[in-house]
């Protein structure tokens, strides 16, 4: 018979099974696969309006899959490459502003360890934390 083509609903929910995504990813991802008569606006509607696809669900997965090897601003940035609201970031930014530091000291233990002996080395390890989104006043705590 032939390999069953899955509808939109069906790649949809496929992709959501796997994790959170947000509208913009599902759309990104199911645009290749619209076929004529088919649309992919009233698919991604109805999955909203049934709580499949919710922007809070998709920022609080990414926070717990990133935040602990990544900086505010990097983890805040894929947020909004997600296509998340305004809001839903600021909310984002506040829940990872008092663990900044602590998930920067974290990063630096795992990767490093011990002090800097050497300029060029403090550098790399300052380069190294900023690299991954950390705010320079934590990345200057940390390796000192």
Not at 48 to 77: D, H, M
């Amino acid at each position: 018979m032939g390999f069953h083509k899955l509808s939109l609903t069906g790649r949809a929910l496929k992709l959501l099974s796997q994790r959170e995504h947000s509208r913009l990813e599902l759309e990104r991802k199911l645009a290749p696969h619209v076929e004529e008569g088919e649309d992919l606006g009233a698919v991604l509607d109805a999955l909203e309006a049934k709580n499949f696809i919710n922007p809070e669900r998709v920022a609080q997965s990414v926070l717990y899959r990133r935040s602990s090897k990544l900086g505010t601003s990097r983890v805040l940035q894929e947020l909004r490459s997600k296509g998340l609201d305004d809001d839903t970031v600021r909310a984002a930014a506040e829940q990872l502003k008092d663990t900044e530091h602590a998930r920067a000291w974290e990063v630096w233990q795992r990767k490093f360890g011990e002090v800097p002996a050497t300029p060029q080395e403090r550098m790399k390890q300052m380069r190294f934390l900023a690299s991954r989104g950390f705010g320079g006043e934590v990345v200057n705590k940390v390796v000192r």
